[in-house]
């Protein structure tokens, strides 16, 4: 075999072969270079080795000796499994230790031979054991304090890498293999961050990162391996976002809107109140990227209530003024109702014409030949191509709840009725906080406009996690203040799935019946839930709303734009299925108008972990805050179920880690300025076609 090089498929590796390659196969693994990214995801610390002598019960810790004797024993439990003792002695003592199954070993130590064993000693009776500890033979031949044997071992005796595998593959052999061929092609690995970056972050170089990410020399290097090595992700990654914005630029010519001085005067005068000053930065940076010939892709996130419906307004109201139609897309008819509502009180008055599309009302319109300025509707707007006129802004809200498809969708429609031929601007809305990190490495190809302000006035929501044997002290406490007339409660059903399933519907349904008959039986209860028709919908809610209704049960779907002035307290139960960012965005639902709100959490029997993040709920009245604090302690996995929303997938890089983010977004974008194709960082270019990880760029 030639010389082994970074690019020789896997099978030619020494331990390798055509089996073993197959299986590898599974991992990703097809070439030399893939195997020495595979990095381990973390490390067993076996680093400290000791005289046997000075074991102590409970340690972690490596001997390294002979195996003087070994005996097989069958299980008395059962006569399948097999136990072997074996005794291992160095010049100080002796220790016992235990494998189950492997009866081979005897074959193994028929001979004594000089092994390091590795794993946490436990005490039986009188004697110290090791059971099924980790173990390495050294060799026959060499002699204890000879040499350092230390520096050839893998799996013990030091900090040893795990890495993630499959079966057939074990931990053991990926250490030899990896460790076998490591020497040699290190060499061949590549520096590709130039010096500067490098030198500003404070980072180890590739070759060295690569090294020490395997077989660590120490903990202190093994800290270093892991930053370069995620700088390196996220560096990338943030390459890959801002080559694809330039890209998208560069493919998206949209309409050019003037924001006319006075556009938007009227629209603000006519406001009972004064745009916060985060609305206003929102509305300048928006009617900014209107103002270029380039389509806008912004995401505008702001807890609920913070106002983002006037934001969009105003954007419509400029893309009207210069002759474009706006379309705004929501993920249920309620929302669409409620914001028809609020965008026709807006913008009539100022000359707009507004419509609603939505699943129900789809023969009320027949083949109008109106042109509307502004479309609201459901996804049902999918198939009405016929009232798209120049779709020069498309506003999508609570856009999480969207396929990426249904964007497409909507986004290569409105080029369809139109002979000149442009994209329209996208603005994309969320109530759900997303944390400043997760922006930036998911949806890195977006600019994003937050409003981190409430408008003023408003109380924070009286948050308490209640406990089960509360529970009617709670229920009597609202049925009090119900009494009073001035309060009127959600009830909010468990999670059941993401989605509005039919086992949520039951179990709101049974909520709904068994609250009416044994709790709120004096108390005017109505239940809503999505699987409801939308019209029965909209009369449940206007009920709610002029107070005839004064406790509403709800499925969690149903959550999401609920407008009701007059309701102050919310129940939701099993609150610990829920994520933070969504229990706060729930708890928005109540205390929109004058009166306290009151939040109360019931959670039945939970852990420690479950608690700790709903305590969160009482301290914290920050959706961005409580987002964070969710994903330092839940990860995103758990909470945004990373694969179904195209997170990338990082080796070693952390999406709570903003200060690595940030510097590597930095310094992305300064090899860009400097290098718009990266023509000067031909290193940089390489590795970004072939980088061995797989880098997932959203959307
Ligand atoms: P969301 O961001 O949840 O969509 P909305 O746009 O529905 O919030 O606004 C919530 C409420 O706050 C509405 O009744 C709206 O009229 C009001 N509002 C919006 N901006 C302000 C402001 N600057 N001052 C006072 N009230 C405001
Ligand atoms: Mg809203």
Redesign the pocket.
Known sequence: MDKITLTTPIRYLKRVGPVMSEKLKRLNLETAEDLIYYFPFRHEDYSLISPIAQIREGETVTAIGRIIKIENNYLRSSKQKTIQKAILKDNTGIIEIIWFNQTYLSRTFSEPKLVSVSGKVKRQGRKLQFISPNFEIIGPEEEIDSQKPEEKLTGTGRLVPIYPVTFGVSNNYLRRVISQALPNLIEEVEEFLPEKIIKEERLIGQKEAVNQIHFPENKAYLAKARKRLAFDELFLLQLNFLLNKRRWEKRQPAPKMKNKPGILKKLISS?P????NC?KRAIKEITEDLNRPVAMNRLLQ??????????AAAVILVAAKNGYQSVLMVPTEILAQQHYQ?LKTLLTPLGISVKLITGSNKKEVKDSKEIWQLIVGTHALLHRRRDFRRIGLVIIDEQHRFGVSQRSILIEKSNLPDKDRFSPHILT?T?TPIPRTITLTVYGDLDVSS?DQM???RKPVKTYLVPGKKRKDCYQWIKKQIKTGQSQAFIICPLVEDSETLESVKSATEEYRKLKKEVFSAEKIGLIHGRMKSKEKEAVLAKMKNGETEILVATPVVEV?I?IAGANIMIIEAANRFGLAQLHQLR?RVG?GKKQAYCFLFAGKTGLKAKKRLRAMEENKNGLKLAEIDLKIRGPGEIYGTQQHGFPEFKIASYTDLALIRSARFHASQVLEKSPTLALYPKIKQKLNRSPGKIVAPN
């Not at 109140?273 to 916060?276: N, P, Q, R, S």
């Not at 702001?302 to 934001?311: A, L, P, R």
Request: glycine share 22%; no cysteine.
């Open positions: 406001l109140f004064e745009l916060t609305q702001g807890d609920v209530g913070s106002g983002k419906t006037i934001v609020n809305m109530a409003l408008p003023p006035g734009g407008d928005g929109r």
